[in-house]
Structures are given as C-alpha cells and as structure tokens.
C-alpha cells in the first residue's frame, strides 16, 4: 500500500517536489522513488509502505525487465500466486512482490486481459516509454484512491491525495457538490469532489494518453457467472462458503503484523471464524461508547476464543467531539458520521501496535444486500427519503437524480454512488494517514461475481438481510447469526442535545469562522429549526446539523480564494 503522483510535465520545482513527497509521506514511509523523462515529458513519484517482499529491491517506479515501460502502483494483488504461475514460461522474476508480476502481466498479455485477472485492490499509473502511452487504473470498486486534475503548466495530474495538488495550485470550492452534501448527504457520489476541478477516477474505468490525447473507459468484466443460477441454493452454499474461507485466508498474505476490526456483526465475525484456525493469536480491535447502553463489547468479548489479543477502543462524547474537530489533518473532505473520525484515532493507536495490516468487514452490506431498506424496497427516488422534505422545499433540487427500477438496480446505486465509495474513501484516509493498510475482503472479484450472479433470493428475503453470510457463520460457529445485531450507532441526537449543544452552538455562532448560512441565505434557514428542536422533545434532523457542523469545521480548515 503506497502513495502514488504522476505529472504530465517535467517542470515541477524543487519546492513543489518536496511539497509533494511530504503529503504521500504517511502514505508509503517505507520507501521513495523517483522517476522523470524529458523526451516525452512524464514525472513519476512514489512512497512504498512495504507489505510484500520488504526489500528495497521492490520499490518504485518498477521498470519491466525489457526496460521499455514502468509502473507505479497502490494496492495488493491477492492471486499474486495464480498470476505468476501464468509467468512461468515466460519470465524469470526477480523478487516476490506482486508489483513485478503486475507489470510484467501487462507487459505480455496486455492491460485489460490483465486488469481482469487480478483479485486485488488498486490504482496505478502505467506508462509505456517505447510507444508514449500513459494509462491511470483504478480497481473495480475504488478501493484504492486516485484523482486527477488538468494544471496549466504541469498538465495532466494524479495523485493519491488531494492535498498534493493543492501544495501545487490554489483550489477553489466546489460549492454544487457542497450543497449536495448538506441538503442530501450525497457524498462520493459522482466523479467530482468538493474541490472544483479536481475529479476521481471512477471505479472500474482507465484513463488513457496515446498520441497526445486522453481518452476514458471502462475495463470491467462482467460479474456474471452463468454456471451458478444452475445451481441449488444448497450446493451456493457450501461454495460460498468455500470461496470465503480462501478469500479470508488469502487476505492475510504479508510480510509484516496483521489486526482484524471486529464487532459482533456477521461481516467481521465471519472473518475471524475463517482465520481462526490459521492463526494461532489474533489481534482484535472493536470500539466501544462510555454509555454501556451503546456498547457490545460484552458480545464481541463472549465470541472470542482464549488466548485472542482485544483491544476495546472506548470513547467518550467529549472525546469524541474533539475527534471531529481536528479530524481534517486526516480527512480532506466533509464526512457523513462522526464515527470517521473516531477511526482515525483508532488507526492511530494500531499504528502504535507496530501493525501495518488490517482486515475489515467494509462492503459486505452491499456485496450481499445488508440494508435494512432492501427489505422494504419500493421504486422511488432515492433523494426525496434523504432528508425533512421542508429542507427540499427552500433549497434545491439534486442535479443527477436516482431512480432505481428494481432491488437490484438499487443495490448497483449503493455501490457505485451512494455507499460504497464514501466509505471506502472514509476508511482509506483514517488507515493511511497512519501508515496501515486496510483490506476488505468481501470485495474480493471471485465473491463479487459468485454473489452477483444467484437470484437476489438468495441474500435477503422479508426476515433476514445478508441470508447466506448468515447460514456461512452458523456452520463455522454453531451460533445463532440470524438473530439481530447490536445497535453500536453512535447515539448522535443524544449527545447533540446534550454534550455536543454547547460546542454546536459556539462553532455556529463564532464571529471568526466562514458561515455556511452567509453563503446560502435561506430564511428561515433550515439550520435555525433543527437548532431549536434539540432544545425540545421534538424529532430532530440531527444528520442535517451533523453535516452543516462538520462542512463548517472542514471549509474553515481550507484555503479557499
């Protein structure tokens, strides 16, 4: 796992490159490379955090053995293994890493027959020196992170961070995208950010230089597998469960200490059930809330076996908010639950552990139909159920609206728009600004099309969410899964009408901060009524508050001109 930048120039400063180097530091503090060329005007910057094969020998940019192309590349490739074994007769690797059988994949079957073999997560840049083509990559659910941006005299950018681009130019607010945000709490949902100009690559898609020009597709393979409807719901099952134990398993693959996120839900409970057996101590983190009412610490504690290694990370409302407010020294964009910056906090401590990998349960929920609201599913707009109708009224209408037609086509929305991707951005920032390295396994290529191409049936039904998860734990630990999971929600409405009213009132009315209320006049403005409803026993629209505090935390801690 690494930090990627790419210039479409040569012209960079010595300032800015050191400005550059400093903001991919947390992400790669193993390593640094550097690579430039004049004749076709390409800089290339890399900073390693080593998982696989540590050696020196592994950093990048990593040139092909024919010296014709290079690569610079963030993520892990899972089937390293299978991969290389299609290598054999071909090349002689020379180091253990996946980066080489990566580029030398490319090198010889091409990029897209290559893109669709890996089970992995990244983002690349892959440059051709011999035919002066450039290709930016990024994996099938946008994992890992990459944006790009078009300077006026550095050309085309990428990165793995925004704040790199803006140490090399003044960035200006995106205010439709922040409108979006705070009427709707749309997020990531679209290939722009919060910062006009500055897009990300959309998952599954590549971007392309060839003969000066850059073009933009789509390298997805169709999750379909034919073979699967034939068979019975019994005989997916036990393939399921199969295919999930050599996920589980093959996400352990490093050179270096691995933790696993555990709470007492089937997704990270399913996980350490698979490596149990395999792994003779398990280092476990789970998070926990003072109010006892609010934690299942108990649960998490009552499923482990001797010998486990849980660290309950407990947290107050005071902590908390305190969390949120210098959260931005992590997160370069506003976030959609407090619960973001409460794992920065915890990436933080499993820094401290000496720890570089973490498995996390992320995306099961979309993978395998989790939502609640599947189970209810009607076809409406998703955008008018976001948020107090009277907020829709006085501000605006969203400018792309979703209108799924089926279940299905509502489940595809949550992970290439709605979901998915905000909380991959949430989670990728929160572990790599502390050095780890998170992996999410249920995004795995063979699960995806394994789960894709059953009958919905299968995952949900009017009891249950997730059904086949379920049946999976219950054969691997006898245990009751179908039996509703605690509800670790941080308690936001309390704590807003309790412990966070005064630092809400003070951070809305402070005379030195950039109101949000100046730059869209509403009157009454929306804000003023859910303010005052916290004071009383009315329902109160605390994710609307939530969003307009922590936009006004997030845009007090930009420069914007």
């Not at 199969?242 to 696993?260: E, F, K, P």
């Not at 009315?538 to 001109?561: D, G, H, P, Y």
Request: with cysteine; hydrophobic share 40%.
């Amino acid at each position: 796992m690494c930090g990627l930048f790419f210039s479409e120039s040569t012209l960079l400063t010595s300032r800015q490159m050191i400005a550059v180097k400093n903001h991919l530091k947390h992400r790669g503090p193993d390593g640094e490379g550097y690579f430039e060329d004049e004749s076709i005007g390409i800089t290339a910057i890399h900073s390693r955090l080593a998982i696989q094969d540590i050696d020196s020998r592994s950093n990048q940019p990593f040139f092909s053995q024919d010296g014709k192309s290079f690569i610079i590349y963030n993520g892990e490739i899972f089937n390293k293994v299978e991969l290389s074994q299609s290598l054999r007769d071909k090349v002689e690797l020379h180091t253990t890493s996946d980066t080489e059988v990566l580029i030398e994949m490319i090198r010889i079957f091409g990029l897209d027959v290559t893109l669709n073999r890996i089970n992995g997560m990244f983002a690349l840049i892959y440059v051709d020196l011999h035919e002066n083509t450039i290709v930016a990559a990024r994996d099938q659910f946008g994992i890992k992170p990459l944006y790009f941006y078009v300077h006026p005299s550095l050309g085309m950018l990428f990165s793995s961070e925004i704040e790199t681009l803006q140490s090399l130019t003044n960035l200006t607010l995106n205010h439709p995208i922040l409108r979006e945000f705070i009427y709707f709490g749309l997020v990531d949902h679209s290939d722009e950010t919060f910062y006009e100009n500055v897009m990300r690559l959309r998952a599954g898609s590549l971007m392309e230089r060839r003969d000066g020009k850059w073009t933009n597709r789509n390298w997805l393979f169709d999750p379909i597998d034919k073979t699967l409807p034939k068979l019975k719901y019994a005989d997916y099952l036990d393939k399921l469960d199969y295919l999930l134990g050599d996920v589980m398993r093959s996400s352990t693959i490093a050179d270096c200490s691995i933790a696993l996120n555990l709470s007492s839900g089937v997704d990270s409970q399913l996980i350490y059930r698979y490596l149990a057996p395999f792994q003779s101590q398990m280092q476990l983190h789970t998070v926990s809330w003072e109010d006892s009412q609010y934690s299942e610490s108990g649960l998490v504690k009552n499923s482990l076996r001797a010998g486990d290694l849980l660290q309950e990370h407990i947290f107050t409302a005071r902590q908390v908010w305190e969390l949120v407010q210098k959260s931005f020294e992590i997160q370069n964009e506003p976030y959609t639950s407090p619960f973001v910056a409460v794992w920065g906090e915890v990436y933080r401590r499993i820094h401290d552990t000496g720890v570089k990998v973490v498995l996390d349960g992320s995306g099961a929920d979309e993978i395998f139909f989790g939502y609640s609201k599947y189970q209810s599913w009607t076809s409406q707009e998703f955008w008018r159920f976001n948020i107090d109708g009277s907020y829709n009224e006085i501000a605006f209408e969203p400018r792309i609206r979703y209108s799924p037609k089926s279940l299905l086509e509502s489940n595809i929305l949550d992970i290439k728009f709605l979901k998915l991707p905000r909380s991959l951005r949430f989670i990728d920032k929160a572990s790599m600004a502390n050095s780890v390295e998170t992996r999410v396994p249920y995004l795995s290529r063979d699960i995806w099309v394994t789960a894709r191409s059953v009958p919905v049936e299968w995952h949900i039904d009017s009891n249950h969410t997730k059904k086949s998860l379920r049946a999976c734990l219950q054969k691997n630990s006898g245990s009751n899964p179908f039996a509703s999971k605690w509800n670790t929600q941080i308690p936001l409405q309390e704590w807003m009408k309790t412990s966070w009213r005064d630092p809400l009132n003070a951070l809305f009315s402070d005379p030195n901060k950039i109101s949000l209320l100046d730059i869209w006049q509403y009157e009454p403005h929306p804000l003023t009524k859910a303010l005052a409803q916290l004071d009383t026993n009315a329902k109160t629209n605390t994710n609307f508050v939530w969003r307009m505090a922590i936009a006004t935390l997030w845009i007090n801690s930009k420069i914007f001109l």
